[in-house]
Nanobody
């Protein structure tokens, strides 16, 4: 099993910044993709950014140039640095770790990000 604990959410004005953290513990073998997803009220959960074991990153078009995903492998922690926040970024942000063999998805409990206009 893998346990994920997010932190760093909060209330910020438009144009502001936040840094989310996700600390992982447990059996982390074969975790090949780590990422952040978000879910706004009344909407489906959507991908924000991912980082692969090899370091490749992927971003949703809506956050490119504003958000950066990174990791500290020694601390089993990933981060999401968010700049230029917009009201439409308001959502619950979830950390996700994907094990490919055997396949398993692990999710954190979520952290609320609220951007006021």
């Amino acid at each position: 099993q893998v346990q994920l604990v997010e932190s760093g959410g909060g209330l910020v004005q438009a144009g502001g910044s936040l840094r989310l953290s996700c600390a992982a513990s447990g059996r982390l073998f074969s975790i090949n993709v780590m990422g952040w997803y978000r879910q706004a009220p009344g909407k489906q959960r959507e991908l924000v950014a991912t980082i692969e074991r090899g370091g490749s990153t992927n971003y949703a078009d809506s956050v490119k140039g504003r958000f950066t995903i990174s990791r500290d492998s020694a601390k089993n922690t990933i981060f999401l640095q968010m700049y230029g926040l917009k009201p439409e970024d308001t959502a619950v942000y979830y950390c996700n770790f994907l094990r490919t063999v055997p396949r398993a998805d692990y999710w954190g409990q979520g952290t609320q990000v609220t951007v006021s206009s």
